[in-house]
């Protein structure tokens, strides 16, 4: 059986380094096939450790915290966690890259020393989201957040690559590519958007169904929804916003309801909790920084065990599923043939 390893950045997020030693040693309990560097403070991550096997310690004291300017921090605490887990990935000692931690430091980290993939100028961050009209299902949206600007070309990029990630890792034969836009109309939006349009429509490879507007992307109208940077970070913020918002007024309500109220609520009980796993989005994994050498992925600060533990399952997919390298040789390709057509 040929192992696959994983480095974790073990002192990342709000709870490390118990939830992440947690969630480690269920995925490797599931998983015989993965084995874990665990990069951070020795003693703290072996209070947490049940079992050795297949985990190995690096020890160092540095960390970078959430406080760290992200460019800054990488390039001056090269002995923290977050630094040695990536370099790890660089230098062929692992073959992917997690941490709980700072964001800004993991997409520096990924971009500087995992590097990109030829022919992609702009990684893009991948999230995972529920659709609220089936009672499974999701749908990813890039990118989520790693860029605040994008050009048309960008975008089209993140169109296939979103269409690998939904082909590898979900199991969708052929997704369906949204374009996020202010309307579903052809010429709707600004100059990028029109242009990426334009892109997306002309690649006969790509399953595109057109603009699709932020109040339906819950229901199930795309597979992959593209979006700049800047926009799409601010539509899953509102999305996790709203989500959260919500459930506390459903719980307020309730509880200032009466007892016709709370025995109402008793009974739906087993609603309000199958609502709830619905809305959580961790079940889905951790953000994929799309684009570079290796999977590089991000879970949330204040991620539980459960939440590494699935973001360490997604990891395995891709993994598996030998998806970054399909996408090195696609975009090598497309490079030959962009050459070719040039000579």
């Not at 915290?65 to 990488?74: G, L, Q, S, T």
């Not at 089209?156 to 890792?169: D, E, N, S």
């Not at 309801?257 to 309000?272: P, R």
Request: glycine share 8%; with cysteine; hydrophobic share 40%.
């Amino acid at each position: 059986m040929n192992l696959m390893k994983i480095a974790v950045d073990a002192m990342g997020g709000d709870n490390a380094p118990q939830t992440v030693v947690e969630g480690v040693e269920r995925a490797r309990d599931k998983y015989a096939d993965l084995e874990f560097n665990l990069y951070g403070k020795e003693s703290e991550i072996k209070k947490y450790l049940k079992d050795e096997s297949r985990i190995q310690i690096i020890h160092t004291d540095s960390e970078i915290d959430m406080n760290d300017e992200p460019v800054r921090a990488i390039r001056r605490k090269k002995d923290s966690s977050m630094v040695l887990a990536a370099k790890a990935v660089k230098d062929g000692e692992a073959d992917a890259f997690f941490s709980c931690g700072n964001t800004g430091a993991l997409l520096t980290a990924g971009l500087l020393i995992v590097g990109r993939i030829k022919g992609i100028s702009r990684p893009g961050l991948l999230s995972t989201l529920p659709m609220i009209s089936k009672s499974e299902g999701a749908f990813n949206l890039l990118d989520s957040g790693a860029n605040a600007e994008n050009k048309p070309e960008h975008l089209y990029k993140y169109a296939i690559l979103g269409k690998y990630y939904a082909q590898k890792v979900r199991g969708i034969t052929n997704p369906r590519i949204g374009l996020l836009n202010n309307g579903t109309e052809e010429h709707k939006g600004n100059k990028t958007t029109q242009e990426a349009y334009q892109l997306l429509k002309a690649d006969s490879d790509l399953n595109f169904v057109g603009n699709v507007e932020s109040n339906a992307i819950l229901k199930d109208v795309a597979d992959v929804v593209v979006a700049d940077g800047f926009t799409g970070n601010a539509v899953l913020k509102a999305i996790e916003g709203t989500a959260s918002a919500t459930m506390h007024l459903l719980k307020d309500s309730i509880l200032n309801s009466g007892v016709t109220g709370k025995l109402g609520a008793l009974l739906l009980k087993s609603t309000f909790s199958e609502l709830k796993n619905k809305m959580n989005q961790s079940q889905y994994g951790g953000a994929v920084l799309l684009g570079v050498k290796a999977p590089v992925v991000k879970a949330h600060g204040s991620s539980d065990s459960a939440a590494v533990y699935y973001t360490l399952k997604q990891i395995h997919k891709m993994l598996e599923e030998k998806m970054i390298p399909d996408l090195v040789a696609y975009f090598e390709e497309a490079a030959k043939k962009a050459d070719s057509v040039e000579e």
